[in-house]
């Protein structure tokens, strides 16, 4: 599949974001339900329905330095394709954040993951992208492979690291839903797939890869 620009990705997802007096409303923030009545008159979250994005290991894999790039996967790399995109929301869940960095990293297909210092591709899915002036990202990649850890598997993931000003950074994994290796059968004992606001479905796009959606929504610093 080729690779894909910012607003084909996103048109392709069908994403809906839809501005409303200079704020962006998401439905299904959280797990959902009604705001509450600020002091002001207006509508203020009900914060625990609308939790932030929740943290997982960093993992022995992260490097520092990965190129600012879209295409985390090369248009060669062996795999399914898979477009991922989502936003960046501030702890309101309603706030999209502009210029949050993704760094991103993930194993190829067959579950290994690569030095940045390899020979053909430096930085080998691996990469990092900023979110736009609403708050949205995208990202052309493959979808990694399980590996085996300890006496058992790990769930295919994405790692990010998610970072804007006056937040705390995020160190989290993306998981899918119907991996055999989803909890209980994860073999990290310490990681957070069982967290449902993060194993997401993946639908067949028309070129033959998936599609996902993952919003993030950061806490305050």
Do not use: K
């Amino acid at each position: 599949m080729p690779v894909m620009n910012r607003r084909e990705m996103l048109v392709a997802m069908g994403r809906a974001v839809w501005g409303v007096g200079g704020l962006y409303v998401l439905g299904g923030c959280g797990d959902g339900g009604d705001a509450g009545p600020s002091a002001d008159g207006g509508m203020t979250p009900d914060a625990s329905l609308c939790p932030p994005t929740t943290r997982d290991v960093l993992g022995p894999f992260y490097r520092e330095g990965a190129p600012s790039r879209m295409a985390i996967a090369s248009p060669t790399e062996a795999g399914t394709r898979i477009a991922l995109g989502g936003i960046v929301l501030g702890a309101d869940c309603m706030t999209p954040l502009v210029g949050a960095v993704l760094d991103i990293w993930q194993a190829d297909a067959s579950g290994a993951y690569h030095e940045p210092t390899e020979p053909g591709e430096p930085f080998r899915l691996r990469g990092q992208v900023m979110s736009a002036a609403d708050g949205t990202w995208a990202i052309d990649t493959i979808r990694p492979g399980n590996y085996p850890n300890g006496l058992g598997w790990r769930p295919a993931h994405l790692h990010f690291l998610v970072s804007a000003p006056g937040h705390r950074t995020l160190t989290t994994q993306l998981y899918f839903e119907g991996d055999p290796y989803l909890p209980p059968n994860d073999s990290c004992l310490g990681c957070g797939s069982d967290d449902p606001a993060r194993v997401i479905p993946l639908s067949p796009t028309s070129a033959g890869g998936l599609m996902g959606d993952f919003r993030i929504v950061l806490a305050r610093s």
